[in-house]
């Protein structure tokens, strides 16, 4: 049977969809350095493993990184070892684990009803912004969701669709290898809760995966188990094995501080119990928009008992539950819960994209955003509004910088009103998805490569090396992951979290041994009283932070740094 034009009409739009989605989530790479808050310790950490060959215990300089497992800083490492490149190298495990998001999305979709809404269900997801913005970073975030994403594509294929043991098994064993990338990688495993709830609801015993027998569901809390112990055990044998109290130290910080006593008693990123409904409003745009009539029709098919729906939204709404319940609160903690959400959304969305009033909703989101985007630029650029002098100031960016930033950003608000003027509401979908990849390879080729200098202290750092002269040695002390990740040269660090007066104890030591070739890198906040302030020097500002060179002669020999009344806590 020969297919119908529409049909390789349709066809050839969904391929040429999914290359510029790809193209736009790649765009960029190699093109900027790590930047913070978190992408320049996993980098400094992987680039550690690789120049020593330890790779069991991150460390982030003298001092091991224990508030997250190494299994996302093995990935950057491996990446380097394949890539040669760290540029390319730091980034490459979140773009993976991008697209292997989007294809567990678009098959599981596929599986539990059809190919267009598999479809659907991955341009909802693309279209997120939380999604590119997290695709596009250096962060655990996104490999975190893809490992999310593949247990519950294993267990829902099991639970709905089977049974099919394998898939359990894949979908257990996925959960603790997530669970040891970040500690919350467990959470798929809540899905047994409304599909328990489905089956007492509707008396059903067959489909559900009940059929495999208790043997085969032990058999999956093993495969979990063999999961975590990828890098759990060999670990705690490291641990073992050294009699190191560093070791211990370490192995009990990253087991127990930084995941129980951290859920439940937070010491920073404390946020209200609203937090989660600002975040879906703002990251989770322009699905959030969509909330008005997703609810009710979502509503229905669960009275109905669905158990697709029961599945999908219940383990939603669980997440979200477990999250608000702790005090500390970030916007990526809930971001494994945005693909089965867009999962959930699209069977409705093809008929929901026909209502003029969704149509206009959306239409005006991306008016708003094109608008936002063309006038803030142009004020900018005509100098009718001092804001981006004193954006540009407050950061320590050149002006040729700022120049760069507002000429990306009013072409893509052009462009994005161009679509608009091209498409119109009635192909207001076609016109979201090419203006979100837009926005992404504007920002992979132009935005974040302008900004680069500033945000990854690569300019700062190249400042610090010119000043002190190639054969000079410098330490820092209250430095920052992406200061020691940038130094052009071999550097001495006194420790990340010890006290500044500690560090600076330590440093004045060191500088004594050798006042004419040594040097200090330092935040202005943290300068010690034992440095005569004739001798030092400001070298410049990065990062909202104004930072200090001090020269071994300018440090008072046999001073005692006291301790500082107000410093920096470098929480994680």
Same mark, same amino acid.
């Given at each position: 049977?020969?297919?119908?034009?529409?049909?390789?009409?349709?066809?050839?739009?969904?391929?040429?969809?999914?290359?510029?989605?790809?193209?736009?989530?790649?765009?960029?790479?190699?093109?900027?350095?790590?930047?913070?808050?978190?992408?320049?310790?996993?980098?400094?950490?992987?680039?550690?493993?690789?120049?020593?060959?330890?790779?069991?215990?991150?460390?982030?300089?003298?001092?091991?990184?224990?508030?997250?497992?190494?299994?996302?800083?093995?990935?950057?490492?491996?990446?380097?070892?394949?890539?040669?490149?760290?540029?390319?190298?730091?980034?490459?495990?979140?773009?993976?684990?991008?697209?292997?998001?989007?294809?567990?999305?678009?098959?599981?979709?596929?599986?539990?009803?059809?190919?267009?809404?598999?479809?659907?269900?991955?341009?909802?997801?693309?279209?997120?912004?939380?999604?590119?913005?997290?695709?596009?970073?250096?962060?655990?975030?996104?490999? &975190?969701?893809? #490992?999310? @994403? +593949?247990? !519950?594509? %294993?267990? *829902?294929?099991?639970?709905? /669709?089977? $049974?099919?043991?394998?898939?359990?098994?894949?979908?257990?064993?996925?959960?603790?290898?997530?669970?040891?990338?970040?500690?919350?990688?467990?959470?798929?495993?809540?899905?047994?809760?409304?599909?328990?709830?489905?089956?007492?609801?509707?008396?059903?015993?067959?489909?559900?995966?009940?059929?495999?027998?208790?043997?085969?569901?032990?058999?999956?809390?093993?495969?979990?188990?063999?999961?975590?112990?990828?890098?759990?055990?060999?670990?705690?044998?490291?641990?073992?094995?050294?009699?190191?109290?560093?070791?211990?130290?370490?192995?009990?910080?990253?087991?127990?501080?930084?995941?129980?006593?951290?859920?439940?008693?937070?010491?920073?990123?404390?946020?209200?119990?609203?937090?989660? &409904?600002?975040? #879906?409003? @703002? +990251?989770? !745009?322009? %699905?959030? *928009?969509?909330?008005?009539? /997703?609810? $009710?029709?979502?509503?229905?098919?669960?009275?109905?008992?669905?158990?697709?729906?029961?599945?999908?939204?219940?383990?939603?709404?669980?997440?979200?539950?477990?999250?608000?319940?702790?005090?500390?609160?970030?916007?990526?903690?809930?971001?494994?819960?945005?693909?089965?959400?867009?999962?959930?959304?699209?069977?409705?969305?093809?008929?929901?994209?026909?209502?003029?009033?969704?149509?206009?909703?959306?239409?005006?989101?991306?008016?708003?955003?094109?608008?936002?985007?063309?006038?803030?630029?142009?004020?900018?650029?005509?100098?009718?509004?001092?804001?981006?002098?004193?954006?540009?100031?407050?950061?320590?960016?050149?002006?040729?910088?700022?120049?760069?930033?507002?000429?990306?950003? &009013?072409?893509?608000?052009?462009?994005?009103?161009?679509?608009?003027?091209?498409?119109?509401?009635?192909?207001?979908?076609?016109?979201?998805?090419?203006?979100?990849?837009?926005?992404?390879?504007?920002?992979?080729?132009?935005?974040?490569?302008?900004?680069?200098?500033?945000?990854?202290?690569?300019?700062?750092?190249?400042?610090?090396?010119?000043?002190?002269?190639?054969?000079?040695?410098?330490?820092?002390?209250?430095?920052?992951?992406?200061?020691?990740?940038?130094?052009?040269?071999?550097?001495?660090?006194?420790?990340?979290?010890?006290?500044?007066?500690?560090?600076?104890?330590?440093?004045?030591?060191?500088?004594?041994?050798?006042?004419?070739?040594?040097?200090?890198?330092?935040?202005?906040?943290?300068?010690?009283?034992?440095?005569?302030?004739?001798?030092?020097?400001?070298?410049?500002?990065?990062?909202?932070?104004?930072?200090?060179?001090?020269?071994?002669?300018?440090?008072?020999?046999?001073?005692?740094?006291?301790?500082?009344?107000?410093?920096?806590?470098?929480?994680?």
């Amino acid at each position: 049977m020969t297919p119908s034009p529409r049909f390789r009409a349709d066809s050839t739009l969904c391929a040429l969809l999914a290359a510029l989605i790809v193209f736009s989530l790649l765009a960029g790479l190699g093109m900027r350095e790590p930047s913070p808050p978190d992408e320049p310790r996993f980098a400094l950490a992987a680039r550690d493993m690789v120049a020593t060959g330890q790779w069991m215990f991150p460390h982030r300089g003298v001092e091991f990184y224990a508030e997250k497992p190494a299994v996302f800083m093995w990935m950057q490492a491996a990446a380097y070892e394949a890539a040669g490149n760290w540029r390319v190298a730091f980034l490459l495990p979140s773009l993976l684990a991008g697209l292997a998001t989007l294809w567990l999305t678009w098959d599981l979709a596929r599986r539990l009803w059809n190919r267009r809404i598999a479809g659907y269900a991955v341009l909802a997801l693309f279209v997120c912004l939380q999604f590119g913005l997290q695709a596009k970073r250096g962060q655990i975030d996104m490999v &975190l969701v893809a #490992m999310t @994403t +593949l247990s !519950l594509w %294993g267990m *829902l294929r099991h639970l709905l /669709l089977g $049974p099919d043991r394998k898939m359990l098994w894949l979908g257990m064993f996925a959960a603790g290898l997530g669970t040891v990338t970040k500690g919350v990688g467990f959470l798929p495993l809540l899905i047994l809760l409304p599909w328990a709830a489905w089956r007492w609801k509707t008396g059903s015993r067959t489909g559900d995966g009940s059929a495999t027998g208790v043997g085969n569901w032990l058999l999956g809390v093993l495969c979990f188990i063999a999961g975590a112990g990828v890098w759990l055990l060999p670990m705690l044998l490291a641990v073992y094995a050294r009699h190191d109290p560093a070791a211990q130290a370490y192995a009990d910080e990253i087991l127990f501080r930084q995941t129980g006593t951290r859920y439940a008693n937070a010491w920073h990123h404390v946020q209200p119990a609203w937090y989660y &409904l600002q975040v #879906m409003f @703002t +990251l989770w !745009l322009p %699905g959030s *928009l969509l909330l008005p009539w /997703l609810l $009710p029709a979502w509503w229905r098919r669960i009275r109905r008992g669905d158990p697709r729906f029961w599945l999908l939204l219940g383990w939603v709404a669980l997440v979200l539950i477990f999250f608000t319940a702790s005090p500390g609160k970030r916007e990526v903690y809930i971001f494994p819960a945005l693909p089965a959400l867009c999962i959930a959304a699209a069977p409705m969305l093809r008929g929901l994209l026909r209502r003029s009033g969704v149509r206009w909703t959306l239409f005006a989101y991306l008016a708003g955003l094109a608008l936002l985007a063309c006038g803030a630029s142009l004020s900018g650029l005509l100098g009718a509004s001092p804001w981006a002098e004193h954006q540009a100031a407050r950061r320590g960016m050149e002006a040729q910088t700022v120049q760069a930033l507002l000429s990306w950003t &009013l072409a893509f608000g052009a462009a994005v009103l161009g679509l608009l003027f091209w498409l119109r509401p009635r192909r207001i979908g076609l016109a979201l998805v090419l203006a979100t990849a837009s926005l992404w390879l504007v920002y992979g080729i132009g935005l974040a490569p302008a900004l680069d200098a500033d945000s990854s202290s690569s300019r700062l750092m190249r400042a610090v090396g010119k000043r002190i002269g190639p054969d000079a040695q410098l330490g820092m002390v209250a430095w920052r992951e992406q200061n020691l990740l940038q130094s052009d040269r071999p550097t001495i660090d006194f420790g990340f979290k010890q006290p500044w007066d500690a560090q600076w104890n330590e440093a004045g030591k060191w500088l004594s041994r050798d006042p004419g070739r040594r040097w200090i890198f330092v935040l202005d906040q943290a300068l010690s009283p034992c440095v005569e302030a004739s001798g030092v020097i400001d070298i410049g500002q990065s990062n909202r932070n104004r930072w200090l060179l001090v020269p071994g002669t300018a440090w008072k020999p046999g001073c005692t740094t006291p301790v500082f009344s107000k410093q920096d806590d470098n929480p994680d």
